[in-house]
């Protein structure tokens, strides 16, 4: 089974910056989307940013021009670089992939979270 490994998370000043990352590892044949929710308190989880094997990204209108998102295809890891930064980002964030396993069945993943918290 596909594992999502998340790391990078933690308690960051307004205005900072912080660096996700998440690494699948497993019995892989292609990885096609990775993307990024987050859920903070009280919230509906929400997709943040998501990405295609291709390159091809997009992001919800709260994070335009702060947020990136990337990844290594070769190592199978989506990165999500977040630049000033506010209390309102604050949530655990999740990140998820979709592809074909190496007997070429569908897979769907998530990681298990890492918390992001940005105060003074």
């Known amino acids: 089974q596909v594992q999502l490994v998340e790391s990078g998370g933690g308690l960051v000043q307004p205005g900072g910056s912080l660096r996700l990352s998440c690494a699948a590892s497993?019995?892989?044949?292609?990885?096609?989307?990775m993307d990024w929710y987050r859920q903070a308190p009280g919230k509906q989880r929400e997709l943040v940013a998501g990405i295609t094997k291709g390159g091809s990204t997009d992001y919800v209108d709260a994070v335009k021009g702060r947020f990136t998102i990337s990844r290594d295809n070769v190592k199978n890891t989506v990165y999500l670089q977040m630049n000033s930064l506010k209390p309102e980002d604050t949530a655990v964030y999740y990140c998820?992939?979709?592809?074909?396993?190496?007997?070429?069945?569908?897979?769907?993943?998530w990681g298990q979270g890492t918390q992001v918290t940005v105060s003074s």
């Open positions: 497993g019995s892989i044949y292609s990885v096609t989307v």
């Open positions: 998820n992939a979709h592809g074909l396993d190496s007997d070429y069945r569908p897979f769907h993943s």
